[in-house]
């Protein structure tokens, strides 16, 4: 159809240049973990001298709502600094119900198979999940393209679903747990990002030739120490205060009523305030819960823009780093460890498994039991109370990031492997 005609051009042959097509149902605006990765790696390919188109939903994550300029056309096309952003058809749903977000996802799958045949011809695809049917749509388009198909996983499903007990029919977890090893089979080369996903998806048929963990790191360029913005501080009430800040996802899986009965042990202490910022499936029912505590000493701030990101961080003292004490989150490493460690914020970590070992390896922070809000409390009032220990923990991990996850080097070694296996 004409409408697509714009959208269509082929590759200029020049040694060594590729057409990378990406899956992601997340990018920029959006400004969450899966967005911030895609968008980084892609904006170092295409630095490289490769040309780089990106898919994915009309940006309107979690509030449920389109991005303001943004409308929820059959596509949209744009330029982010030198990638090709193609914007598609989005059933657009809040980030809460099951039902309307696993429509959300499939609803994408199926826009992106239709859209394939009119985009350039590419040289490779990439697709990555979450969400699990974003990762499945890479299969249908690689074919269609006629090209390899790399799957990227950034998180186990359907585990996670399972472990928080979204679904629980028997019938329907059986076929989602066959697909999962169908696109483990299928897939030319998978791209988890820790140790812990990569031996689960041996477990579960995938060949270990074509595995290779690719961390998650951060954009050092855009993360870096700041001084702390007081005007700022004044403004949302924490000026002259020791902030300890959970910024992100307010999901199931993050526990984040172990925050609230935190700042109740804690109301006394005139030192120290906790800051949540974000949005999600449990966000209204965690702020109806705190106004029924009546805290003296936590704000909410909901989802914020991202030029408002480095003057929320410049105002935290600690970064809380927390999720359910689940056996499935041993397997993850929080992209969140690393934007904090590059900005000299210690770590609470309220997470086992991976990443504990790699905070306690960088020196970053203090390690607590899941769920164990006394343990919370107590981090923080030890990082507020001991000058020394704060900025030890400042120095050693600021090293640490910029020595072992330095996205742009995390993006060389991709693009190196995608190349890998165009040739194979």
């Known amino acids: 159809p004409k409408r697509f005609q714009g959208m269509m051009h082929t590759t200029n042959g020049r040694h060594g240049e590729m057409h990378i097509l990406f899956l992601s149902h ?171 996903f990569r031996s689960h998806i041996l477990a579960r048929g995938g060949a270990e030739d074509r595995i290779t963990v690719i961390r998650n790191g951060v954009d050092l360029s855009l993360f ?23 910024v992100g996802t307010h999901g199931m899986a993050h526990g984040l009523d172990t925050v609230l009965d935190a700042a109740a042990l804690l109301r006394d202490d005139q030192r120290i305030v906790f800051l949540l910022v974000g949005d999600g499936a449990e966000r209204a029912r965690l702020e109806e819960r705190a106004r029924a505590m009546n805290l003296p000493n936590l704000v909410m701030l909901g989802q914020q823009p991202k030029d408002r990101m480095p003057a929320i961080w410049s105002v935290s003292d600690v970064s809380l780093v927390l999720l359910r004490r689940l056996d499935l989150f041993k397997t993850v490493i929080p992209s969140k460890i690393f934007e904090s460690m590059a900005m000299q914020r210690p770590i609470v970590l309220g997470v086992e498994g ?5 905070i306690e390896e960088g020196g970053a922070g203090l390690c607590i039991e899941p769920e164990n809000a006394a343990e919370l409390a107590r981090a923080v009032q030890a990082l507020a109370a001991d000058q020394s220990m704060y900025r030890r923990m400042q120095e050693d991990g600021y090293r640490y990031v910029r020595e072992q996850f330095d996205r742009t080097v995390s993006a060389r070694r991709y693009l190196d492997l995608l190349q890998r296996t165009v040739n194979r």
């Open 26 to 196: 997340y990018f920029p605006p959006e400004v969450n973990a899966p967005a911030n990765r895609t968008y980084e790696h892609c904006r170092e390919w295409v630095k490289a001298g490769h040309r780089v188109t990106v898919v994915s939903c009309v940006p309107h994550h979690p509030m449920g709502k389109a991005y303001p300029g943004y409308r929820n056309r059959l596509y949209q096309v744009e330029d982010k600094d030198g990638i090709r952003a193609v914007k598609v058809l989005t059933y657009i749903t809040a980030n809460e119900g099951f039902l309307k977000r696993t429509f959300n996802y499939v609803f994408y799958m199926v826009m992106a198979i239709v859209v394939a045949p009119f985009l350039p011809k590419a040289d490779m695809v990439v697709s990555t999940s979450p969400q699990f049917f974003n990762g499945l749509a890479g299969y249908f388009v690689g074919r269609l393209k006629r090209c390899p198909w790399v799957l990227e996983i950034r998180d186990l499903w359907p585990e996670s679903i399972l472990a928080v007990g979204a679904i629980r029919n028997r019938r329907v977890i059986a076929a989602l747990e066959w697909i999962e090893r169908f696109v483990y089979r299928k897939a030319d080369h998978i791209v988890p990002v820790t140790n812990a």
């Open 224 to 246: 870096t120490p700041r001084p702390r913005d007081e005007d700022f501080a004044r403004q949302i009430g924490v000026h002259e205060r020791f902030v300890a800040a959970y």
């Open 354 to 358: 991976e990443v504990k070992e790699i």
